[in-house]
């Protein structure tokens, strides 16, 4: 894989006339349930956004919150998982990592009640450039996560997931356009399996995030596209998946000056992930987000 700094290089919030911008998202993934959490910042701007799926019920829950002015969210370069959100003017809602509490997810909003441990890893690292600017991201995936979760008052329960985990900063591009897939799941041969791929940023033809990690152990992916609709991923190696969406997280905002739309299902994965490596089952997301900031 890349080498790459233990961190992010630059933590300014303008950088060469471009906003930083940086987050943290956890997703999760079970044969229940899948879910992700992120906190977000872009320039002074700051937001947090969860969902919540639950398979049995075909139920998803979701939020998106923006931050008051006052909230910060911190990111401190070389700690995996080592974020913080904190606001004198609003309870939080959604925490991903506090001061001695690396690794963790806690969330209480809408019904829900989550707080899971995160066995966090080295990961992998990678620094790209985008446009005129550079973007530092550090990527874990088929990480445990182990907690309790409580829905509508209701009495909690024991909860064991696998985790994509992507810590993210940096000064992308005016004008961005990725497509993304991750997930977690199992080889033919019985191996954990995981992977983390892109198109549109972070896609070098090496020194890039997309990776595959088997038995814990990652390897960067060649280059790979997406059908339009999400429903495929194809690799230059010859390996292709399918994605069987099964329910939808969207948000389109347009605030002038910044602007958002997306679309990003969770579902089930089948088919052979880069490198030649057939899948006896697969979860995760696949996202298209196209980003004016």
């Known amino acids: 894989m890349a080498s790459a700094p233990d961190g992010p290089p630059i933590l300014r919030m303008i950088h060469g006339g471009r906003p930083l911008k940086r987050w943290r998202y956890v997703g999760l993934f079970g044969e229940q349930l899948m879910a992700c959490a992120a906190l977000v910042q872009v320039g002074p701007a700051r937001q947090s956004f969860w969902a919540l799926y639950e398979r049995g019920e075909r139920r998803l829950r979701q939020r998106t919150r923006l931050f008051p002015r006052r909230a910060t969210l911190r990111l401190r370069p070389g700690l995996p998982g080592r974020h913080e959100r904190r606001s004198r003017g609003e309870p939080g809602r959604v ?13 209480r909003d809408g019904g829900v009640e989550l707080d899971l441990q995160l066995e966090e890893e080295e990961g992998i690292q990678a620094l790209c450039t985008h446009g005129s600017g550079l973007v530092w991201t550090r990527k874990q995936a088929g990480v445990a996560a182990r907690g309790t979760l409580a829905l509508d008052g209701g009495r909690a329960r024991e909860l064991t997931v696998r985790a994509v985990i992507d810590d993210t900063a940096g000064y992308h591009a005016r004008h961005t356009e990725w497509w993304w897939a991750a997930g977690v799941g199992e080889s033919s041969d019985g191996l954990a399996a995981a992977w983390n791929l892109v198109r549109g940023v972070n896609d070098p033809p090496t020194g890039s995030e997309r990776a595959v990690w088997v038995a814990g152990q990652p390897h ?15 690799c230059e190696d010859g390996s292709s998946m399918d994605f069987h969406a099964e329910a939808e997280r969207t948000r389109r905002e347009n605030l002038l000056i910044v602007a958002s739309d997306y679309r990003a299902p969770f579902g089930t994965f089948s088919g052979t ?3 030649g490596i057939p899948l006896a089952h697969g979860l995760g997301v696949c996202e298209h987000h196209r980003a004016r900031w």
């Open 220 to 234: 960067e992916a060649p280059p790979v596209s997406f059908a339009a609709d999400l429903s495929s991923i194809s």
């Open 273 to 275: 992930l880069p490198g």
């Open 95 to 107: 925490r991903l990592g506090s001061r001695g509490e690396p690794g963790r997810v806690r969330l």
